[in-house]
């Protein structure tokens, strides 16, 4: 399978053309997608006609950008033009919008070509895809696996070789965790580093959107593409974009890690105490802890300096990220009414309206946060649950900014476990720990990612998140392409045993 | 001030909402402007589609502050909260507003003729659509059908104006009103009309005994559309208050709509209290405008009612006529025209009694001057002066308005002096007795000439030159 990288390289200089990427692309998705079950929509015609003005403008001279003719898929919570957009909901199952996200209009005008729209929890709210409801993705290392989520639908694209870029969107966790899951790399920018506009939201002050690739240099580059200023978004940051492919080669020799206390079971400071896990906090693989452990001294042996880190308040980030972001959905998911667009269903009066479209276009899971957060916002409540979690917020801040003192960057891992079977989380607390270590940097609005590192239980991939203060994207890149030197070959997923690559 | 029971006095606060006059909405690039196709200026942000954010618009901002440096304010860093509840119009179902940190607060206002009140808070935050019932009486919810709603209202920039209750009487928060609009008007902020709805005003009154100064419960009224319904639904409550009072009852604190019927009612009591789970909006930065910012706005504001009743009484304006310059909005037109060489006199009496009319605050001061100064030459009769006027106004959106031009069109080309002496000659040779009569000192003939002489120029001649010359001759 090529790199997006390579793809764009022979699509630029004539040597393939689009087209022919795209059908090669779109026939693995034919062939293995009713198992996977990554995509809600498959945009194979409208693709076709992408592809072909990147062939002619290639023909007539032009340049097409620097992802010429890399097929892409958006997480189905990123507006499109003319294309459903479900954000996997019963709710907006037939809605299409009339405009296309800033990140979609970048990633055109790169020269990237949307095959289609992949499957989430539903308006991302879980860490599985099992509360999509249009079914869940399966994880191409092991079909009867999750892959993740929320965005666990564009993991498996990327993982399952259907794409070589995909984008997600992370609110507490919903790239990084179903990256480490599908064993590829996914990053969550900077909050505010990519804009949001288009991308429906969740949790406004949590969400960002960021790529999914098969390899750190792929994922740079698609990071490029969708980073900048917008001014249709008022949280988007001002700041130049700098080149991160230079930061790819940069080495680590001198660089700071420290390896967070909590999240690893007390690490180590300069020796090892192997299995010394005691203090780690509650539902973290033992094996997934020590996987970060031999990341941190991969990292030492290429000459970075290495040490131990706390950071105590992510120990409450958990509970903090629980009471605001269901509150901030509770009223981003008001506007569905029934009144202006999505499902409807009529009442005897407006209110009836609202009651009955609302209890049949949203799922369980969606209903429960909306709950959740209407119970935290409200009166004589809002001190106690909202007002608290958002000191937990400012805490998570502070001892981020003591870590970011000593250290340029902080290794931890990116989930608790590693793929699980499906229905196995079905206790929403054991599920929502599988954000434990992703939930930190969004309280911060911090950068992290994650990149494969060896596998744990079964044999499955296990991903180090790496974390870095805002803006620290570039450093966060140069840890990530020197731990993806040192890390040990993946297997290869159980679905390309079957066949998907064959074709290549 | 009429009290409406010696032994009681009134207490109101008023809560106006402007719309402020800016090219685009609060937080999109729509247009906001009225009158359109329904549902035409609307962006994905106006109707709350799914992924569509919220800019703040810089010019609302601008216009915020004017408003509060005009009201004495406190200019401060503010945040918008989400204000959360369900209703079609509102497209989000939750309205950005500025809750417990507003953009001005604690500043007054001096109403003239009466006191000094205080100004709570004045905060931005974002209208919603409007809602047609099908089926109803009249667009009302009662017996309707079904609804429709058109969003192009939705979004559209409102200042929220909270007074203290130091309002005495009706008549005080009638003169309050009207100062506030004419400094709106002054600032450009607004055109707060009453009647069409971009300026809509909520009393809060209660009645306590004269002299004390507790605070009782206060109803709310809603649905004031003048300064004629203000009036009389504060007295109206009031009225209302102290008779509760007087039969042992007490009012109770809720909202009430001020009906064509003369009376205020009872909305329909919702079943709880509403919880606005008010929250900071996520998808929009801190508010902090800079010093430097404020001061800018600052130089740039005109001359406040104030000041240009000030001005306009030192030009010889009565305090009235004053009044209704500056209530009209064109106190800097007069002013301006005065100083490009227009009569003083001539131009306030055009402002106060000839330019009641649509278009008038349009009207260009350097043409106004020249139209005076048409007059004062004897170029234009007084009542050929004030139709040239009404054209002008009627002219003044195209700013095509020139009173010269207007004169010619309409025929009012002034006499020549000879040509009229001419005519006075040969009125006084058709009219000899008459003529013996006036030199006799019988003043009242005079008629009998200048009638003679208006008939020969079909109603173009001075009356007052044609006087002029009889006296000349008379004289001689």
């Not at chain 1, 980030?317 to 009471?323: C, K, N, Q, R």
């Not at chain 2, 405008?289 to 740039?300: C, F, G, H, K, L």
Request: proline share 6%; glycine share 10%; charged share 20%.
């Amino acid at each position: 399978m090529s790199t997006a990288k390579a793809i764009a390289q022979d699509v630029r200089t004539g040597t393939r053309r689009a087209a022919a990427v795209l059908e090669e692309y779109l026939g693995r998705i034919e062939l293995h997608d009713s198992d996977i079950h990554a995509f809600n929509t498959v945009t194979a015609e409208q693709a076709r006609a992408a592809a072909a003005s990147i062939d002619a403008a290639v023909s007539q001279g032009r340049d097409p950008g620097p992802l010429a003719g890399v097929p892409i898929a958006f997480k189905d919570n990123m507006c499109t033009r003319g294309v459903p957009t479900t954000c996997s909901s019963r709710m907006l199952e037939t809605w299409s919008p009339p405009y296309d996200a800033t990140v979609v209009q970048a990633m055109t005008a790169a020269g990237a070509v949307m095959v289609g729209k992949t499957n989430l929890d539903e308006f991302a709210m879980g860490s599985s895809t099992e509360h999509s409801a249009f079914g869940p993705t399966r994880n191409p290392y092991d079909l009867t696996r999750v892959p993740g989520g929320s965005s666990g639908g564009s993991a498996a694209a990327v993982a399952a070789g259907f794409v070589p870029l995909a984008l997600g969107s992370d609110t507490g966790g919903s790239i990084r965790q179903p990256a480490a899951l599908c064993g590829i790399v996914g990053i969550k920018p900077t909050y505010g580093r990519v804009s949001r506009y288009g991308l429906v939201a969740f949790a406004s002050s949590f969400d960002q959107i960021g790529p999914f690739a098969a390899d750190v240099a792929d994922a740079a580059l698609a990071l490029e593409v969708i980073s900048g200023h917008d001014p249709g978004d008022s949280t988007s940051i001002p700041t130049a974009v700098p080149d991160y492919d230079a930061a790819l080669g940069k080495g680590v020799e001198g660089l700071r890690v420290g390896v967070i206390s909590e999240l690893t079971g007390g690490g180590r400071n300069g020796s090892r105490n192997g299995g010394g896990n005691g203090n780690l906090l509650e539902g973290i693989d033992a094996d997934i802890a020590e996987r970060v452990l031999e990341a941190a001294d991969a990292l030492a042996e290429a000459g970075a300096v290495v040490g131990s880190v706390s950071v105590p308040a992510v120990t409450y980030g958990l509970t903090a990220y629980y009471l605001i972001a269901p509150a901030e959905a509770s009223s981003n998911l008001a506007r569905y009414d029934g009144t202006r667009y999505g499902l409807r269903i009529d009442g005897a009066d407006v209110e009836e309206m609202n009651r009955l479209t609302r209890r049949a276009g949203f799922g369980d899971e969606v209903k429960a946060r909306i709950m959740l957060g209407t119970f935290a916002l409200s009166a004589g409540y809002y001190d106690a649950y909202y007002g608290k979690a958002q000191r937990v917020r400012m805490l998570t801040r502070r001892d981020f900014d003591a870590a970011y003192a000593d250290y340029d960057v902080l290794l931890s891992p990116t989930s608790p476990c590693v793929a699980f079977r499906f229905g196995e989380r079905s206790d929403p607390m054991t599920m929502y720990r599988c954000d434990t270590c992703t939930i930190p940097s969004n309280l911060s609005g911090d950068p992290a990612m994650s990149v494969p590192f060896g596998t744990g239980t079964d044999d499955l991939p296990v991903g180090v998140q790496i974390l870095a203060p805002a803006l620290g994207e570039e450093t966060m890149l140069t840890v990530a392409a020197a731990l993806e030197r040192a890390a040990p070959p993946l297997p290869a997923p159980q679905m390309a045993a079957g066949g998907a690559s064959g074709g290549a | 001030m009429a009290k409406v029971a010696p032994e009681w006095e009134t207490v109101v606060g008023l809560e106006v909402h402007v719309e402020l006059a800016t090219d685009t909405k609060l937080f999109s690039a729509a247009p906001s402007r009225f009158g359109d196709e329904p549902n035409t200026n609307v962006t994905p942000v106006c109707l709350g589609l799914p992924g569509s954010l919220p800019v703040l618009n810089r010019r609302a901002v601008e216009l915020a502050i004017a408003v509060g440096l005009a009201l004495n304010c406190e200019i401060r860093p503010s945040i918008f909260h989400r204000k959360n509840y369900f209703y079609p119009d509102m497209p989000k179902d939750y309205q950005v507003s500025q809750y417990d940190q507003p953009i001005c607060s604690d500043g007054w206002l001096d109403v003239p003729g009466a006191n000094r009140v205080g100004i709570e808070r004045a905060h931005l935050e974002e209208d919603a659509g409007k809602t047609t019932h099908l089926g109803g009486a009249d667009g009302r919810i009662h017996g309707a059908v079904g609804a429709l709603v058109d969003y192009n209202r939705a979004g559209t920039p409102l200042l929220e104006i909270v007074s203290r209750p130091d309002i005495g009487s009706a008549a005080e928060a009638s003169a309050y009103v009207e100062e506030l609009r004419a400094i709106l008007l002054a600032l450009g902020a607004s055109d707060a009309r009453l009647e069409e709805g971009s300026m809509r005003v909520d009393a809060n009154i209660s009645v306590r005994p004269a002299g004390s100064d507790e605070l009782r419960t206060r109803c709310e009224v809603k649905n004031v559309n003048s300064l004629r319904s203000l009036r009389n639904a504060i007295d109206y409550e009031a009225r209302r208050h102290i008779g509760l009072y007087q039969s042992g009852e007490e009012p109770i604190q809720e909202t009430r709509h001020w009906s064509t019927d003369g009376r205020t009612h009872a909305l329909r009591s919702k079943e709880e209290a509403d919880d606005y789970r008010y929250f900071p909006e996520p998808d929009l930065v801190p508010l902090a405008p800079d010093p430097e910012w404020i001061s800018r706005v600052r130089a740039a504001m005109p001359a406040l009612p104030a000041a240009q009743r000030e001005r306009l009484g030192e030009l010889g304006a009565d305090l009235d006529d004053a009044q209704i310059i500056v209530n009209r909005g064109l106190a800097s037109l007069v002013l301006d025209a005065v100083g490009a060489g227009a009569d003083a006199n001539r131009t306030v009496m055009h402002a106060v009694q000839n330019l009641a009319l649509d278009g008038a605050e349009l009207l260009d001061a350097t043409q106004l001057a020249s139209l005076v100064q048409m007059e004062a030459a004897g170029q234009l009769t007084a009542t050929q002066a004030k139709t040239v006027l009404g054209v002008m106004c009627e002219r003044a959106h195209d700013g095509n308005a020139d009173p010269g031009a207007i004169a010619a069109e309409l025929g009012f080309e002034a006499m020549d002096s000879s040509e009229l002496e001419m005519l006075v000659g040969q009125a006084i040779a058709d009219h000899p007795e008459a003529w013996q009569k006036f030199c006799a000192g019988e003043a009242k003939v005079a008629g009998v000439f200048v009638g003679a002489v208006m008939k020969a120029t079909r109603g173009q001649a001075d009356g007052k030159v044609v006087n002029q010359l009889l006296a000349q001759r008379r004289d001689a």
